[in-house]
């Protein structure tokens, strides 16, 4: 279940700054393996700096944490003593992954932290030529099981059961990452900003004077914006299939993973979630995408404060209940919004 981002973008605007003088500026840093965009509001570039500072350094401490890929993280600790022996992790670690268990409760298993034991067999990049055996996909799917993550309150320790098991935290540490740079941000003054890492962003005070608004655009052409919904302060995370993934024989297999077929995932090409956490929207797109249209649909209409949007295989759109999506007709102005989801 590794997220990527979708087009998530700042568009170039003029934007009407509050009566107060507000500088606006936006910034692209690599973090995490990911592109971080960051757009402040303040009255010093010095407060803007200070803001960028800070929510870089916070993505590096979260990554040196939660990342599956650099040697002598706690994950990765975690990852080399599976069906050896419980490793203690810090309380920020095991919060996280509890909050993650009960995500996997919630969507029968659709979210699975340890899915990553299939990426030995997926490798979205050149070097995947042709698609895993069955025998192959077999012999990791007894891997792939929440259940087998053990949690031990009293000890704070993480301990996978089966050897060979690993678990990843790609489908929820960026929106993670992005809801601690706006704890820390917050923190040393930041009161109206974005920051979006990949398919995760988060958004607090105003845009200027405005609040803050996305465009909804073609998932086949970004640059077609055919609707649009004013979100305020809130998060909002997309999972698509459109840019890891590789064509083997015709078809295209996306980076997403179903935890219970250890195949990628089919029907849906995006998913959306907005709420107000972006750790649970995070968690939630990838979620929602594997379990397709109509599970999806009844699981977010029956969360409270949670949205979607859905595009499917057939480039149809579908909502959740509490969605107002508006329309741009023909001849209205479509760069009038900051924000664009889907591509």
Known sequence: ?????????????????????????????????SNFEIT???????????????????A?????????????????????????????VSKELFDLTKRCQKISILTNGAFDLSWFAASKLWHFDSTLTKVPSQAQIDSILPLINYRNIELNEIDQTIFLKKKGMKIGYGAVGKGYAVKKCKEAMKRVGIENAMVKAGGDLITWGKMGNSPWSIGISNPNDKKTVFSWLEIGETAVS?????????IIDSVRYSHIINPKTGYPSRGVKSATIICSDPELSDALSTSVFILGIDQALGLVNQLKGINCILFDDNNQIHSSNGINLNYYQPEDIRQKHALIIGK
Do not use: C, W
């Open 40 to 58: 402040i509001f303040a009255p010093t570039d010095s407060l803007i700096d200070l803001g960028i500072k800070t929510a870089l350094d916070e």
């Open 238 to 246: 997309t999972s698509g299939n459109y840019e890891h993934f590789v």
């Open 60 to 88: 590096t401490r979260v990554e040196l944490i939660f990342s599956e890929f650099i040697p002598g993280t706690e994950v990765s600790t975690v990852n080399q003593n599976a069906g050896i022996k419980p490793v203690r």
């Open 1 to 33: 279940m590794k997220k990527v981002g979708i087009f998530l973008s700042l568009m170039t605007l003029v934007f009407e700054l509050s009566s107060q003088n507000l500088i606006q500026r936006t910034e692209y840093h690599g973090r995490m393996g």
